[in-house]
């Protein structure tokens, strides 16, 4: 990839990893800043700052279906989604 496809990859990955620790906050009732940490451990935040996965080309509300399987252990659903 050239500098300007690395920043706009970078950009999609940022922003779709903020919407989903501020999502994830709301519905678990906790900080940004603790969503985001625990997001940042998870095999869904590994795939979507891999941009050989073409997931930051995903909505947000898809990665977070994504999560949402990878958290309560569905990794059936978390293929699929």
Same mark, same amino acid.
């Given at each position: 990839?050239?500098?300007?496809?690395?920043?706009?990859?970078? @950009?999609? @990955? =940022?922003? @779709?990893?903020?919407?989903?620790?501020?999502?994830?906050?709301?519905?678990?009732? @906790?900080?940004?800043?603790?969503?985001?940490?625990?997001?940042? $451990? $998870?095999?869904?935040? =590994? +795939? +979507? $700052?891999?941009?050989?996965?073409?997931?930051? +080309?995903?909505?947000?509300?898809?990665?977070?279906?994504?999560?949402?399987?990878? +958290?309560?252990?569905?990794?059936?659903?978390?293929?699929?989604?």
């Amino acid at each position: 990839m050239n500098e300007v496809n690395d920043n706009v990859v970078g @950009i999609c @990955i =940022e922003s @779709i990893s903020a919407q989903v620790a501020d999502t994830y906050a709301e519905k678990q009732e @906790i900080s940004v800043t603790e969503a985001m940490r625990m997001f940042m $451990t $998870t095999k869904t935040y =590994e +795939l +979507l $700052t891999n941009p050989k996965s073409y997931l930051h +080309l995903e909505s947000a509300v898809y990665v977070e279906d994504m999560l949402s399987a990878e +958290l309560s252990g569905d990794w059936e659903s978390w293929m699929e989604v």
